[in-house]
């Protein structure tokens, strides 16, 4: 290995991201999932090569980040509200229904009545990752398919900021009635400042200076990072940190611009983020989680897509329509490995919950990428017939 680790695992990921790409297209076969095995292969539960996964996950966040600020982007406020007050019912239903699985599930293995309800709740969150990733730009926009497969993610994912909260203020113990306060109004308070801040000096700066496309490009990734940051100091997460920025600077007319433009990036370090799965993966482990994590990631993969057939049937003009919503979001979430990890160094669970949670997860990105690509159009499909950017 070479005295610098950082080159040598970037090295690593995209030379060998290249070769065994180029192998699964041969093959016809999901990238994503080539791009997960190669962080197995070369993890330290394996080949070795790649010693610290948990220093390569960081870096990959940023990928989450632009993606979700990507997003934002395209989602102006009013149309924004519009979405969430049309899924609340959709994302309330189809939670309790995925939680009492998760929880059945882990009930008949033996494990302890928090971790069947922590279970339960990972069981909920589709990725945002995967199911954004694999819809084309038109469907994704444009749409009716793509406006409620970001409206029921987007609720998911403020579920899960709620529990990694709830964890939080429990691992805490007894916290003072101000702290409580401020986690509370953390979010408004945020979606505040980003909303001024926007309207009355960032939108002015871009009109200013949009001749001078390096000026843009930078700004937009000060802005992202810089409002992703001030959300993990006010409690939240840095995703939603990254959102609420894209959203409040759709108003602007150079939007679709610093999308377009930002995208290359996104997907840089979104690569990453696929082989840090992998690579954190602890082979090990898996021997003692094997049957529920199958059972759970079969009932996740079958079970989603039924229940948003039937909760979408009104929603959408074709039954198969909504199928395909269930399909593309029947995985496990990468929000239900942040809860798994941080319950387990809160101690609210035990060490093989968690590498269960982990395991489902994992096993649902890799089963139902491959789905996916293989029947659906995306942007990385094997078919030229189903390839939509």
């Not at 406006?147 to 993610?153: A, P």
């Amino acid at each position: 290995m070479t005295e610098d680790p950082i080159v040598f695992t970037i090295f690593l990921i995209f030379s060998g991201a290249a070769v065994l790409a180029t192998v699964a297209l041969y093959a016809r076969q999901a990238l994503l999932v080539a791009y997960i095995l190669l962080g197995i292969l070369f993890g330290p539960w394996a080949l070795g090569l790649v010693t610290d996964p948990d220093l390569i996950q960081e870096i990959s966040h940023i990928g989450i980040m632009f993606l979700l600020f990507l997003l934002g982007l395209n989602l102006p406020p009013k149309k924004l509200v519009g979405l969430l007050g049309e899924a609340t019912r959709i994302t309330l239903i189809s939670s309790t229904i995925f939680a009492l699985v998760g929880m059945g599930i882990a009930a008949l293995f033996g494990y302890t009545f928090a971790e069947q309800l922590l279970i339960g709740a990972a069981l909920i969150f589709s990725s945002t990752i995967l199911s954004l990733k694999l819809l084309p730009t038109t469907a994704l926009h444009h749409q009716r398919m793509g406006e409620i497969i970001i409206s029921v993610l987007l609720l998911q994912d403020l579920l899960a900021i709620g529990i990694l909260l709830a964890l939080e203020v429990h691992g805490k113990g007894d916290i003072p009635a101000s702290e409580l306060a401020m986690l509370l109004l953390a979010l408004p308070i945020l979606v505040l400042f980003a909303y001024l801040f926007t309207r009355y000096i960032l939108i002015k700066l871009i009109r200013r200076f949009d001749k001078i496309q390096e000026y843009i490009f930078l700004t937009a990734i000060g802005w992202c990072l810089g409002i992703a940051e001030l959300a993990a100091l006010l409690g939240l997460s840095q995703e939603i940190g990254a959102f609420i920025a894209g959203v409040t600077l759709a108003t602007s007319p150079i939007a679709l611009y610093i999308a377009e433009s930002l995208k290359p990036l996104r997907d840089f370090f979104l690569i990453i983020f696929f082989f840090s799965l992998g690579a954190g993966f602890q082979l090990p482990i898996l021997e003692q989680v094997l049957i529920p994590a199958l059972v759970l990631a079969t009932l996740s993969m079958l079970f989603k897509p039924l229940i948003f057939k039937w909760l979408l049937k009104d929603s959408v003009d074709k039954p198969e329509r909504a199928l395909e919503i269930g399909v593309r979001m029947g995985q496990v979430s990468e929000f239900s490995l942040l809860i798994a990890l941080l319950a387990l160094n809160l101690g609210v669970i035990g060490h093989e919950a968690s590498y269960l949670i982990q395991a489902t997860t994992l096993l649902t990105f890799i089963a139902s990428s491959y789905y996916v690509v293989q029947r659906y159009p995306t942007p990385i499909a094997v078919s030229d017939k189903l390839r939509r950017d």
